[in-house]
């Protein structure tokens, strides 16, 4: 079976609180976008084996999140050895949820593929089980993330008809020290009423991704890419959760940045 796990974007995030088991409790609106990866699994005569391609994988010391999801499904359900492969289009560790995206969608095909008829609830809570991005791949349509980033409700705000500029510089940044960077506070405007009721315009004064201000600092570079799309007509732009990938979402076509272009990952793409 061929799968193509896309990524997200985060539009506002909003840092509320440090939980006493070390996480932090969030709100964040999670959006699709069409960057993808490609993943494929065939039954194997085996054990089963995963290799990659594309883009390298750093590892953190754990099996591949393809693997771990199809280890958590195996643990309750009869599923055969497989040979799994996974083309990496997606960068890594970039706050695009790549990797909670291919695990969402491995759990998705197999339940498809091997008749488990899991719906999404079960689904998403075994999802949850391999990283707090994982559950919203389950549905893959527009949500908004509160408590640890799990819970899920559906956030109406529609971006189709705009286009995208999507910038990674290649600055990994660890997901744990990221949030360990950061202040938790009561937010200033409630996420939902900025997406839902007020116009894209008014998103640059409202709506804020908590991570910018400690991670801007350390790596400066972040805020002039930033600054960079609003002067090339943005009409909103931000980080992508932790970092380090930048967007911009522009009413036209958006122009090619030659400076950033030629250096960093760098696409365009319509909503
Ligand atoms: C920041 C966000 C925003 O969408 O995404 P990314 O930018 O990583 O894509 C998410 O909260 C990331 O989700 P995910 O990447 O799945 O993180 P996890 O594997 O669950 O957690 C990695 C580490 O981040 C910290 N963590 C994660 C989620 C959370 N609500 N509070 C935390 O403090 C914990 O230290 C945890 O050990
Ligand atoms: N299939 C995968 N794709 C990407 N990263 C993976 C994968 N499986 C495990 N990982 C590990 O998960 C970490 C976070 O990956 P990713 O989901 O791309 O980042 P982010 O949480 O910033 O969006 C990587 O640094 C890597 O060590």
């Known amino acids: 079976m061929l799968i193509f796990p896309n990524a997200k974007i985060n539009l506002g995030l909003q840092i509320t609180e440090k939980l006493s088991n070390g996480y932090h409790a969030i709100n964040s609106c999670l959006y699709p976008i069409p960057l993808k990866d490609a993943l494929e699994f065939v039954p194997a005569k085996k054990k089963t084996a995963f290799n990659s391609s594309g883009s390298s994988i750093p590892s953190d010391g754990k099996d591949n999140l393809v693997i771990r999801a199809y280890k958590l499904l195996k643990k309750d359900f009869h599923l055969p050895e497989l040979n799994i492969h996974l083309h990496k289009n997606i960068p890594t560790g970039a706050g695009l949820g790549g990797g909670s995206s291919d695990a969402a969608f491995m759990l998705k095909a197999l339940s ?124 909103y732009a931000a980080m992508s959760g932790s970092g380090s990938s930048l967007f911009g979402i522009y009413k036209e076509q958006p122009p090619i940045i030659k400076a950033f272009s030629q250096k960093f990952f760098y696409r365009t793409m319509s909503l």
Do not use: M
Not at 120 to 136: I, T, W
Not at 181 to 196: A, D, F, N, R, S
């Open 112 to 235: 498809d593929y091997y008749q488990l008829f899991l719906d999404d609830s079960f689904l998403e809570s075994y999802a949850a089980q391999l990283g707090s991005d994982c559950p919203f791949f389950i549905q893959n349509k527009p949500a908004l993330a509160s408590g640890t980033g799990t819970e899920l409700e559906p956030c109406n705000v529609n971006l189709s008809g705009y286009h995208l500029v999507l910038i990674h510089p290649g600055l990994h940044i660890s997901t744990k020290e990221a949030y360990a960077g950061t202040t938790p506070k009561e937010p200033e405007h409630q996420l939902k009423e900025i997406l839902e009721k007020a116009d894209i315009s008014t998103w640059r004064e409202t709506l804020v991704n908590d991570f910018e201000e400690s991670i801007f600092k350390k790596q400066p570079i972040l805020a002039e890419i930033k600054a960079e799309l609003y002067e090339q007509g943005a009409i």
